[in-house]
């Protein structure tokens, strides 16, 4: 098994406790009070509250892998429904509720995360900064919550670049993650990202021609050599804050890190909607 990065393994550490407050019940019971009823309601709003008010445009450019249709029904419709401030607030209360009750060291792990979260790069990441300049609680479950969104979100724009110098639009990329799995998954992915099957099957065409596909859906050793190199700069992309971290403490924050990333990842339905694995 090949070792993974150390941006890799920290980005599997963090990710569960950021993406609490899409799947866990009281995360979302947090949502749903604010009045934001559905999933996806709670999820466009949660996620691109960070830019204020915005219309769809700014979120169809910086969640990517979503139909234009999927955003447009959401935005700016879900700001008649709540304001972006009280959208912050809920998932940050949400998210709260679940951390406080996992077992470990919140505040050293919080600390350290924070510092990381500190030290990331904020030009070109759209989502990255807007999360970076919200100001920081001032609870450990808070902190360590808003550091987990501020390091995802700053890595998510950094793969973002990295699929556009590949050149995979939006369909693409959804089509692309499929075949590497050998074509399983199409049936949960595809809707969840609100393409139709003419278009992904349009997209499906594409990657065949390029090289990417091959007759029975599945990825070529094309389209594995374009994700080990999609991979590579998103870890390079998403290197500062460990780096300035140090070895020494980025070590000590996975150690803490880890079994709150454990408890936070029996809480996440899997399959889910936006790709994380469970973590054991």
């Avoid at 969640?63 to 700001?79: E, K, N, Q, S």
Wanted: charged share 25%.
């Amino acid at each position: 098994m090949t070792e993974l990065s150390i941006e890799r393994r920290m980005w599997s550490l963090y990710e569960p406790v950021h993406a609490v407050t899409y799947f866990a019940d009281d995360a979302l019971a947090a949502f749903e009070a604010a009045g934001l009823r559905g999933f996806w309601r709670g999820y466009f709003a949660g996620r691109s509250a960070p830019l204020g008010a915005v219309p769809a445009g700014p979120v169809l450019a910086a969640f990517y892998g979503f139909a234009p249709r999927m955003v447009t029904r959401a935005l700016p419709d879900v700001w008649t429904r709540i304001t972006p401030e009280a959208a912050l607030a809920a998932r940050l209360e949400g998210a709260r509720r679940v951390l406080r009750k996992v077992d470990g060291d919140l505040t050293e792990t919080a600390s350290l995360l924070r510092a990381a979260a500190e030290a990331v790069d904020l030009h070109g990441r759209v989502l990255g900064a807007a999360n970076a300049m919200l100001p920081w609680p001032d609870d450990p479950a808070g902190v360590l919550w808003q550091a987990a969104t501020v390091l995802r979100e700053h890595r998510g724009d950094g793969h973002l670049a990295a699929l556009l110098v590949e050149g995979l639009d939006g369909v693409e990329c959804n089509v692309w993650r499929v075949a590497l799995r050998d074509g399983d998954g199409r049936d949960f992915y595809q809707p969840a990202r609100g393409w139709t099957d003419e278009e992904w099957d349009a997209a499906t065409d594409r990657l065949r021609t390029r090289g990417w596909v091959d007759a029975s859906g599945r990825a070529t050793e094309a389209a594995r050599s374009a994700c080990t190199a999609i991979e590579a700069t998103t870890d390079a992309l998403a290197a500062t804050p460990w780096r300035v971290l140090g070895t020494d403490a980025t070590a000590r924050c996975a150690e803490l890190l880890r079994p709150i990333a454990v408890q936070a990842s029996r809480l996440l339905r899997h399959p889910n909607p936006i790709g994380l694995p469970a973590l054991d």
